[in-house]
């Protein structure tokens, strides 16, 4: 077969086999679109895959950049949390204030880093900078982080001073470095000096009568208010309500409560002409000699006669008035028995004072109506009843006992002024406390109640009497109920500064008790009335 031939009979048996395929409902032309489409499927995925990676180089390309910190300033320590905002932060691989690497950080988007302060320097401004693999963020005043302490006030001194202003106060504290303001309440300070991170020296500016707040402001923070950085403008005298008690011997030397206001800033505490022989100021409205928010006054040697107490601050004396008047008396009433060392037996007191005087009462103690007791660095072997007395006082003793007290005419004290007027050694030295090893109730007393730096085990009850309580600064290892008593005027029910294992009940009482601002601790349960005025 020659050449021509074959090639002529292939081309035959070709065209054959393509004729048969048409005839047979298979066209050719379907099947190649049919390819053409898979093979698009197949490219298109890549296509968009490149695209992406392409999208991403690009990105991580790009230097970043950083446009503000959503926290400027942080101790010295670290630790502090700080938001980066900015651009190119995709792939970022380091995160550093100034030199020295954040101590962790954590990319959220290609705008936005979330990193962890490092330790720094106090007082130093640092540049925050991000890197990525194209380079690290040009440096401006957006990306600033200053280690700064919070600014706080711890103390001021003086804490008072006149309406008009002028006097100079020293502020203690912290963070004061760079402080561009000092402001008593709203009001500028006329001057200030800052000496130091810690203390700063400011002119006082004119005010109005009251207490503000004094605040310091830094670039960095502002103090914030507390009690620590009150200053109290004083533009009124003193007023003086009442005394107690309101007499006492011309040889002076009993303690004096001054009960009143305007105690601020007091310069001065006169018994008539005589200045007091000393005295001490607790709290601004309430004067005790015993509990903590009180002004203690001994008085000065006098004559017979009846003089007015004033007292002077910054603004002036007090006013005179019947509520101020203290009597010298020309002798103080003797103690009419008077038992010292061992006594073994009961002990009725019928009628004027019996005073134990550093003795040991073997035995039981009655006290009848119109009797003063006086127990003064003794030691009672027993209980004491006492009914209608008119004083009972007991100063650095003890008593193995229980101490019932009903309906006295005159005051109840235990570490207070005692029966024949003279303060007990505990308000001038410390340690002189009673110690009551048993329940301890006083009730329906028409004159004052006083409770101060006791210690007792077992119950502790005081009710229905009228002329005031004051339970301070005593340790009670019971429950302590304080129900249905009443106060005079410019007097109160206070529960102070008290530690009561066991649990602490009031109710009934007028005026509701106060605490004068120091809390009482209790490891019971404290309901009623006091139960704002207790913690566990």
């Known amino acids: 077969m020659n050449l021509s031939r074959l090639v002529a009979e292939r081309s035959t048996r070709k065209n054959s086999?393509?004729?048969?395929?048409?005839?047979?409902?298979?066209?050719?032309?379907?099947?190649?679109?049919?390819?053409?489409?898979?093979?698009?499927?197949?490219?298109?995925?890549?296509?968009?895959?490149?695209?992406?990676?392409a999208g991403q180089a690009a990105s991580a390309a790009a230097v970043p950049a950083v446009t503000s910190l959503g926290t400027q300033s942080g101790p010295p320590s670290g630790g502090v949390f700080v938001t980066i905002f900015g651009s190119g932060f995709t792939g970022a691989t380091a995160v550093d204030f100034g030199s020295t690497p954040a101590s962790g950080f954590t990319v959220a988007l290609d705008s936005l880093i979330f990193a962890t302060a490092p330790a720094g320097s106090l007082g130093t401004t640092v540049d925050v900078t991000?890197?990525?693999?194209?380079?690290?963020?040009?440096?401006?005043?957006?990306?600033r982080f200053t280690y700064a302490n919070q600014a706080v006030i711890q103390a001021v001194s003086p804490d008072f001073g006149p309406v008009n202003g002028g006097g100079t106060v020293t502020i203690s504290g912290a963070g004061f470095t760079g402080a561009t303001s000092v402001l008593f309440g709203a009001v500028p300070a006329a001057s200030y000096t800052v000496d130091s991170d810690t203390s700063i020296t400011a002119v006082v500016p004119a005010g109005t009568?009251?207490?503000?707040?004094?605040?310091v402001q830094t670039p960095f923070s502002?103090?914030?208010?507390?009690?620590?950085?009150?200053?109290?403008?004083?533009?009124?005298?003193?007023?003086?309500?009442?005394?107690?008690?309101?007499?006492?011997?011309?040889v002076g030397g009993n303690l004096v409560q001054i009960t009143g206001s305007g105690f601020t800033g007091v310069t001065a505490v006169d018994f008539g002409s005589l200045p007091a022989a000393s005295y001490t100021v607790e709290s601004p409205n309430l004067i005790n000699a015993i509990a903590p928010t009180t002004v203690a006054a001994s008085t000065p040697t006098g004559s017979p006669g009846t003089v007015d107490v004033t007292v002077t601050n910054l603004a002036g004396a007090s006013s005179t008035s019947a509520g101020d008047q203290y009597t010298y008396l020309a002798s103080v009433p003797p103690c009419t028995a008077t038992i010292i060392g061992t006594h073994a037996g009961?002990?009725?007191?019928?009628?004027?004072?019996t005073c134990l005087l550093d003795a040991t009462q073997k035995g039981g103690v009655t006290v009848e109506p119109g009797a003063k007791l006086s127990v003064r660095d003794s030691a009672i072997q027993?209980?004491?009843?006492?009914?209608?007395?008119?004083?009972?006082?007991?100063?650095?003793?003890?008593?193995?006992?229980?101490?019932?007290?009903?309906?006295?005419?005159?005051?109840v004290s235990l570490g207070g002024i005692m029966p024949d007027g003279s303060a007990c050694a505990?308000?001038?030295?410390?340690?002189?406390?009673?110690?009551?090893?048993?329940?301890?109730?006083?009730?329906?007393?028409?004159?004052?109640?006083f409770v101060g730096e006791l210690t007792q085990h077992g119950t502790l009850t005081l009710d229905n009497n009228t002329g005031g309580i004051d339970?301070?600064?005593?340790?009670?290892?019971?429950?302590?109920?304080?129900?249905?008593?009443?106060?005079?005027?410019?007097?109160?029910?206070?529960?102070?500064?008290?530690?009561?294992?066991?649990?602490?009940?009031?109710?009934?009482?007028?005026?509701?008790?106060?605490?004068d601002g120091i809390i009482n601790t209790v490891s019971g349960t404290a309901s009623g009335q006091c139960a704002a005025i207790a913690e566990r």
């Open 17 to 53: 086999r393509s004729e048969h395929n048409r005839r047979a409902g298979n066209p050719s032309r379907p099947k190649l679109l049919l390819r053409m489409i898979v093979a698009v499927m197949a490219i298109v995925p890549g296509l968009v895959a490149l695209q992406a990676v």
């Open 130 to 143: 991000v890197t990525n693999p194209a380079g690290t963020s040009s440096i401006s005043s957006a990306d």
């Open 209 to 215: 009568d009251g207490i503000v707040d004094i605040r």
């Open 222 to 250: 502002t103090t914030p208010a507390t009690a620590l950085d009150q200053y109290t403008y004083v533009g009124a005298p003193p007023t003086v309500t009442s005394l107690f008690p309101g007499s006492g011997s011309v």
């Open 346 to 353: 009961k002990l009725t007191v019928t009628s004027g004072m």
């Open 382 to 411: 027993g209980t004491v009843t006492a009914t209608g007395p008119s004083a009972i006082g007991y100063c650095g003793s003890t008593e193995a006992g229980a101490l019932t007290v009903t309906g006295a005419t005159g005051p």
């Open 426 to 449: 505990s308000e001038i030295t410390s340690g002189a406390l009673d110690t009551i090893s048993g329940p301890v109730t006083i009730t329906g007393a028409s004159a004052p109640v």
């Open 471 to 515: 339970l301070a600064a005593s340790q009670i290892h019971g429950p302590v109920s304080v129900e249905n008593n009443t106060a005079p005027a410019f007097e109160e029910i206070a529960v102070v500064s008290n530690s009561v294992t066991g649990s602490l009940y009031c109710t009934g009482n007028n005026p509701v008790p106060s605490d």
